[in-house]
């Protein structure tokens, strides 16, 4: 399974962007659960942005909560982050990251977290 995130660049303080993330590979025989974006901000640690269940229920940390909006298509397994308002201390790798259950048997699935390359999303003053 890979995960492919793009939508990244360099954006003026209070404009937007919006990052998406295509999951392929292996996924024809498994269910994709909770998506979910990250951040990384130099010398800080990973930190969870947003998340969306398979169900649409959606969670966020309360410095981009009204700003930034999280969406999947599971037709076409991708999420999207929307980014609005950003600001300096948006700046960050953005990292998608997807939990997926493998189905082996009916009565028995195998769970691993993927993780997408990241892509730069920097925004200055």
């Known amino acids: 399974v890979q995960l492919q995130a793009s939508g990244g660049g360099l954006v003026q303080a ?67 982050l929307q980014m609005n308002t950003l600001n300096p201390e948006d700046t960050a790798v953005y990292y998608c990251n997807a939990q997926i259950a493998h189905i082996i048997s009916p009565w028995r699935q195998s769970s691993r977290d993927y993780w997408g390359q990241g892509t730069q999303v920097t925004v200055s003053s």
């Open 14 to 80: 209070g404009g937007s962007l919006t990052l998406s993330c295509v999951a392929s590979g292996s996924i024809g025989n498994a269910n994709i659960n909770t998506m979910a974006w990250y951040r990384q901000a130099p010398g800080k640690q990973r930190e969870m942005v947003a998340t969306i269940t398979s169900s649409g229920n959606t969670d966020y940390v309360d410095s981009v909560k009204g700003r930034f909006t999280i969406s999947r298509d599971n037709a076409k397994n991708t999420v999207y």
